[in-house]
Each structure stands twice: as structure tokens, then as C-alpha cells.
Antibody, heavy 119, light 107 residues
Framework: QVQLVQSGGEVKKPGASVKVSCKAS????????ISWVRQAPGQGLEWMGW????????NYARKFQGRVTMTTDTSTSTAYMELRSLRSDDTAVYYC????????????WGQGTLVTVSS | DIQLTQSPSFLSASVGDRVTITCRAS??????LAWYQQKPGKAPKLLIY???TLQSGVPSRFSGSGSGTEFTLTITSLQPEDFATYYC?????????FGGGTRVDIK
């Protein structure tokens, strides 16, 4: 079955960077993409972008452009999301999800990674 | 960016009730709308996509309808496990956006 296992929680200081990993199994990783969505404490969901594993093409939300980099390692079926210049309002749970082809939304999600930004 | 406005933001209901949640888009999105259920501390769970297509394994008491700018999620005969927060998401235009959520609580 499809599984996405994310790295553990992180505590970072303002201005630092964080890199969250998402290890996929149970499907042909290179044939799909990975989406990233975040959720601040007590708040709603926010789409950050996606990356296609097979060619590395990305589509970032304008809000994060210049601060986020999404990558994949097809040899280990792992996706990464790096967010730089962290601020306190970046404190959130970050989710990865298997991006389906076309406009079918993801049904497989990681368990989430809490990133806390605090001085 | 396309704004999605969900209403109500909170509702209190009893087991067995019929519940309807509305999602309005700031511009037309055809039928590129999904509904998710989220419970505390858990990832969102896909319920419906393409406005009305039930995701495999989701109980038939969930249904979706709508097109263009107005969409609804209906839960017939609310069950104890349905108390959660529900989000709509549009997949028509980047950036993909979510509604603000509707929390369904036990009356």
C-alpha cells in the first residue's frame, strides 16, 4: 500500500532553514509528483507547491517563491521541502502528499512534520 | 488567487442529522473541487473530488454537488466518526487554494 513517512519535528530559530523529508513506498515514485501543504496551529490548510519526481518540474505558490525549494531523490524515493529565512509564522505542520496526474487531488498523505520557529 | 468561502465555519449537529456545508469560489472553477475531512492531529482525508465523485472507500452518506462557483458537501445521517473539520479545495487554477474549514461538533 502507498505510504509516505515524513521526518521528525524540528525547532528552528528565526532566519534559519529547515528541510523536511518524505519517504515514499508502495508505488512507482518516479511516475508521480509530491505536493506540500502546511497548517499553522489551529488554522486551515495552505498549499505550498508540488514537484514531479520524474523530471523535477516544480510549481510553487507565489507566496513561497524565493524561499522554498522542493527536490526529489528517485534512488531513495524521497522528496524534500526546504524552507529558508524562517519566521515565527512559518510554525506549522508540514504535510507531503502523493500528487496524482491531472486534477485528481491526493488521497495519500504523510503523517505531518511539526516545524516550530522560535527564538 | 481564487478565494474559497465555506459556510458555516462551525456547526453543531446530532448523530443522525443531515448536514450541508457550502463552498463558494470567487470565480468559476468548473467542477475542479475536492472535499477533505480532517480530525485533530491527523492528515486530511480525501472524501470527494471533481465536485461529486466519491473517493474509493468513503461511505455513501457523503455526497458532493455543484459546478462553477457554488458547491455543497452533504452528509446524510451523521455518524459519531463524522465529527471533524471539513475543507474544500479548488484544483482549477494555481495556486491551489483551500476554504477556511467547517468544524462539525456534537450537539
Amino acid at each position: 500500500q502507498v505510504q509516505l513517512v515524513q521526518s521528525g519535528g524540528e525547532v528552528k530559530k528565526p532566519g534559519a532553514s529547515v528541510k523536511v523529508s518524505c519517504k515514499a513506498s508502495g508505488y512507482a515514485f518516479s511516475s508521480y509528483g509530491i505536493s506540500w501543504v502546511r497548517q499553522a496551529p489551529g488554522q486551515g490548510l495552505e498549499w505550498m507547491g508540488w514537484i514531479y519526481a520524474y523530471n523535477g518540474n516544480t510549481n510553487y505558490a507565489r507566496k513561497f517563491q524565493g524561499r522554498v525549494t522542493m527536490t526529489t531523490d528517485t534512488s531513495t524515493s524521497t522528496a524534500y521541502m526546504e524552507l529558508r529565512s524562517l519566521r515565527s509564522d512559518d510554525t506549522a505542520v508540514y504535510y507531503c502528499a502523493k500528487k496524482n496526474r491531472g486534477v485528481i487531488p491526493p488521497e495519500n498523505w504523510g503523517q505531518g512534520t511539526l516545524v516550530t520557529v522560535s527564538s | 488567487d481564487i478565494q474559497l468561502t465555506q459556510s458555516p465555519s462551525f456547526l453543531s449537529a446530532s448523530v443522525g442529522d443531515r448536514v450541508t456545508i457550502t463552498c463558494r469560489a470567487s470565480q468559476g472553477i468548473s467542477n475542479y473541487l475536492a472535499w477533505y475531512q480532517q480530525k485533530p492531529g491527523k492528515a486530511p482525508k480525501l472524501l470527494i473530488y471533481s465536485a461529486s465523485t466519491l473517493q474509493s472507500g468513503v461511505p455513501s452518506r457523503f455526497s458532493g454537488s455543484g459546478s462553477g462557483t457554488e458547491f455543497t458537501l452533504t452528509i446524510t445521517s451523521l455518524q459519531p466518526e463524522d465529527f471533524a473539520t471539513y475543507y474544500c479545495q479548488q484544483l482549477n487554477t494555481y495556486p491551489l487554494t483551500f476554504g477556511g474549514g467547517t468544524r462539525v461538533d456534537i450537539k
